[in-house]
């Protein structure tokens, strides 16, 4: 993607020209101009094609010609009847696909204000993202071929400062997005664990926990799952100050399996592949880091995820065995499938203990239960807390990264309790999704206190099968923008 300019409004003589359109528009500002430069052919070309501005609505005119227009095409996108940020933003992310094989494009923002047009180019970097670091044989054809995009405006200053936060969180989803797309071969616990050092130029503090560390803090429940792989796991703290000094933090975890094979509970051969992405959560987590430190938010914020490979082999962790996890409590592993809660379950007790955190939101790529409640248009979100779910589901729907909440509750709870152990990790078919999330809530709630908590399960969320408005296919990296409006809104300042 390209980088993205701020200009005062000028009618271009090449590329390509973009007019955003409200419904119930008239051409004005570049647009007229536009429209006069090619001899009327604007206003016959969008009426003949029917266009009025709608929200989703789009018009290609191709080659207009007059005066010493030499355009290559003219587009015009519509914002419906009421413009906002999120009408801005999917009319940007429209917009790509439809000019990204122009090399110069002009946005006709003189009819916005910054803020708007801010949004505007939020949209269209967030779908021009693109994961082609492995591709050796591509076309020129079929390689994007924008190099500058420029949003003519009648504030620039104005509006390159509203982007400035924006192009921080876009940095966040792609970081995210490029973790969630590696292959696993290359991202393996150590490899992840790695790349959050790059955090620390943006003033992130990063620790490494490694596998003596674990062993010695007691990370049982997390290195039983590892225990089948040759890649020993890691725990990585994230940590950025930039609130109180002395304040309690904010905090989010993230399940990090790189690639999970079910272990000795194997999963079929058919769509394998696609659990490289069970590290999404820990992506989301990272890239919300990244986020709130580009962007200088002023809260304190702790991101703590937990990387391992979940493999089967001689050393690997059988159903049946009983592991003591860090708090305490006891599990016995009936399927080693169900390995990301295992992870959370040791992650989400060393936050609460060594943080003590004004609340904790974890994201797992968890269930497959939650694709068959939900499908891939909304996460499922689990809470202790009815103020923190309100505030979540809020977020979610403000930045297009949609909750539903699910039920918690005793009677869920009976279902995953063990003959021999505290609790087991699984509780049958039927409700799978939130026994998984019972199961996590037995290490945020225990007798020494209550702390606010949210579980997002994002199975059917972290990885798209066809592109949105912002979204090319691919990985999503869902939660960055939606834990970012959380922070920004509720616990700044």
């Not at 180019?121 to 079929?142: H, P, Q």
């Not at 995009?149 to 966040?172: F, K, N, Q, V």
């Not at 996590?440 to 949210?454: C, L, S, Y």
């Not at 579980?455 to 912002?470: E, M, Q, V």
């Amino acid at each position: 993607m390209s980088d993205i300019h701020f200009v005062k409004p000028a009618l271009p003589r090449a590329g390509a020209l973009v007019l955003p359109l409200a419904e119930g528009f008239t051409l004005a500002g570049l647009a007229q101009q536009a429209n006069e430069a090619s001899g009327g052919a604007v206003a016959r070309g969008l009426e003949a094609a029917g266009f009025k501005g709608k929200k989703g609505q789009s018009c290609t005119l191709w080659a207009p010609g007059g005066g010493k227009d030499h355009l290559s095409r003219i587009v015009a996108i519509g914002l419906g009847a009421a413009p906002d940020a999120s009408a801005a933003e999917a009319a940007g992310g429209a917009t790509y696909p439809l000019v990204s094989a122009e090399p110069e494009v002009v946005i006709a923002a003189d009819g916005m204000n910054a803020a708007l047009a801010a949004s505007f180019a939020f949209g269209v970097t967030l779908r021009g993202y693109r994961f082609d670091k492995y591709r050796t044989k591509e076309s020129a054809e079929d390689k994007p071929k924008l190099v500058r995009l420029s949003l003519a405006t009648a504030e620039p200053e104005a509006a390159r400062a509203a982007h400035a936060p924006l192009a921080a969180i876009a940095h966040g989803v792609f970081v995210a997005r490029d973790l969630v797309s590696e292959p696993p071969n290359v991202l393996h616990p150590t490899e992840m664990a790695n790349r959050c050092k790059a955090l620390e130029k943006l003033g992130v503090s990063v620790e490494i926990l490694e596998p003596g560390d674990l062993r010695r803090l007691g990370f049982r429940a997390l290195l039983g799952v590892a225990m089948g792989s040759a890649q020993e796991p890691r725990v990585v703290v994230m940590q950025w100050n930039g609130g109180a000094e002395g304040a309690a933090p904010v905090s989010f975890i993230g399940k990090g399996v790189t690639f999970d094979t079910g272990g000795i509970s194997i999963k079929p051969a058919a769509g394998m592949e696609d659990m490289k992405f069970d590290m999404a959560g820990a992506g989301a987590v990272i890239g919300l880091m990244a986020a709130l430190a580009g962007r200088k938010a002023k809260v304190n914020a702790v991101g703590v995820v937990g990387l391992v490979e979940n493999m089967p082999s001689g050393t690997a962790q059988r159903p049946g065995d009983v592991v003591k996890s860090l708090s305490g409590q006891t599990i016995e592993v009936i399927n080693t499938d169900a390995e990301g809660r295992l992870v959370l379950a040791d992650v989400l007790w060393y936050a609460r203990e060594r943080f003590k955190p004004r609340f904790m939101v974890d994201l797992a790529t968890l269930t497959g239960a939650i694709i068959v409640a939900l499908g891939h248009e909304h996460a499922g979100l689990f809470s202790n807390d009815d103020a923190l779910a309100q505030q979540l589901a809020a977020a979610g729907t403000a930045t297009g990264e949609a909750l539903w909440r699910m039920p918690l509750g005793e009677e869920y709870d009976k279902k995953i309790k063990s003959d021999i152990a505290d609790m087991k990790n699984v509780g049958g078919r039927p409700g799978g999704s939130i026994t998984a999330a019972q199961f996590i809530q037995r290490f945020v709630d225990t007798r020494d206190g209550h702390v606010a908590w949210a579980h997002l399960d994002i199975a059917g969320t972290a990885w798209a099968t066809k592109p949105t408005a912002t979204v090319p296919k691919g990985a999503t990296g869902f939660g960055v923008r939606l834990l970012d409006r959380l922070v920004a809104e509720h616990y700044e300042g």
